[in-house]
């Protein structure tokens, strides 16, 4: 079976969906326009139930089956990035500074798809729980709606996510068991010395030279700490201190990220960052305040949720596009929290473009063509799970 006929039915209709979220993108948070927008869809699609407040912008669509039965959740995230957009397309952002980049436009619009389809059929027994939720990006709404309720509010056996994937052929899934993306810290590093006139260096501390000596020790904790068979990285991303020719500044800030899988191996990062900050910058006479602030968890895909999601995706898409990932990423997700509180699995779907065009790229451009094979795979994903006792 490929895509549902009745969501092909409706491609054009989610399609411009998903243009009108990109042209009226939302920070994190923010997502006060979306938010209404996927409310007033809901309620058109006839949904039971529309449950708000959670985090902030967050919306849930409650939809029963014909029976009773058991309960999943289907995860859609709703927020842009704060990049300038440069596409060129007719549906680009009108808000200066802020875009859909990571196409998750496109992962409200496809949940709402399968929305409407499940909403009008109701081929399958129990409930599922349509999840929209706010701030993916940096500011864990995930993490928010768990915290404020979601799972005691919606009692649900398996929550599922999904995320497209450019470079990947469009309509294709890419699946793993286990760990899938990586833990996130934040690190921020802020090196006090003393500053003064640059011709005279021996008057002062120079906080410029302690941050060099700090940014290359600190890539010796992933080549000498960590077991060579573990992986994890340690990024500084950003550097700031001073701001002329002849002054030495009296600070310099970085600010990076880690990323790990295994918790031994978050915890030695941890402990590498701050030993050699602070111990390289207390042998130069300065001082170093650090924080490594643990943001997201990793996200492990449960093994038999894994199997409902390779079911689901073969049936839309075909034996020979569904494939097992390689590898897992280093990127972070915060989906992470959901799967740390309940069992489930997050699924990617090619878009077929990519290359000078990924995600987080003011050149990322969501392909519509997926749309109607993302809901078509959340809607098998429901009727497949739930099923139809009589
Ligand atoms: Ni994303």
Redesign the pocket.
């Known amino acids: 079976m490929p895509v549902i006929n009745r969501i092909a039915e409706f491609h054009a209709e989610m399609a411009a969906w998903r243009q009108d979220l990109h042209r009226h993108p939302e920070l994190a948070l923010q997502e006060v326009r979306t938010s209404g927008v996927v409310q007033e869809k809901l309620r058109g699609f006839g949904v039971d139930e529309i449950l708000t407040g959670m985090a902030r912008t967050g919306v849930v669509g409650v939809i029963h089956g014909r029976a009773a039965g058991g309960a999943i959740g289907l995860r859609a ?1 709703m927020d842009a990035l704060p990049i300038h957009e440069q596409t060129g397309r007719d549906y680009a952002s009108q808000t200066p500074g802020v875009m859909h980049a ?3 436009d496109g ?1 409200t619009a496809m949940l709402l798809g399968a929305a409407k389809y499940l909403a009008e059929t109701r081929n399958f027994d129990g409930t599922v729980y349509v999840i929209f939720q706010p701030a ?2 940096n500011l864990a709404g995930g993490e928010i709606m768990v915290k404020e309720g979601l799972f005691e509010r919606c009692p649900m056996r398996l929550v599922f996510g999904l ?1 497209n994937w450019p470079g990947v052929p469009a309509g294709t899934f890419m699946w793993r068991k286990g760990p899938v993306m990586a833990a996130v810290a934040n690190i921020e590093i802020d090196i006090t010395g003393r500053g003064g006139h640059a011709a005279h260096p021996d008057r002062g501390v120079d906080p410029i030279v302690v941050a060099a000596q700090i940014i290359n020790a600190l890539q010796t904790i992933v080549a000498r700490t960590i077991e060579p068979v573990e992986c994890g990285v340690v990024t500084i991303g950003h550097i700031s201190g001073g701001h002329i020719h002849n002054v030495i500044p009296e600070t310099v800030r970085m600010l990076g990220t880690a990323r790990w899988f295994a918790p031994h191996v978050g915890d030695r990062l941890e402990a590498g960052v701050r030993r050699l900050a602070t111990g390289i910058a207390e042998s130069f006479g300065a001082q170093a305040e650090v924080v490594f602030d643990r943001a997201y968890p990793p996200v492990v895909n449960d093994a038999a949720a894994t199997d409902l999601t390779i079911r689901a995706a073969t049936a839309v898409a075909g034996d020979a596009r569904v494939g097992e990932m390689e590898k897992p990423t280093m990127g972070g ?1 915060d989906f992470a929290f959901m799967l740390a509180a309940k069992q489930g699995s997050y699924i990617m779907l090619g878009t077929g473009r990519g290359n000078d065009a990924m ?1 987080h790229h003011p050149k990322y451009d969501f392909n519509d063509e997926v749309l109607t094979v993302g809901a078509s795979y959340w809607a098998t994903l429901a009727e497949q799970v739930l099923g139809r006792t009589a």
């Open positions: 995230d990571c196409g998750h992962h993916e990006e995320h997700e995600p």
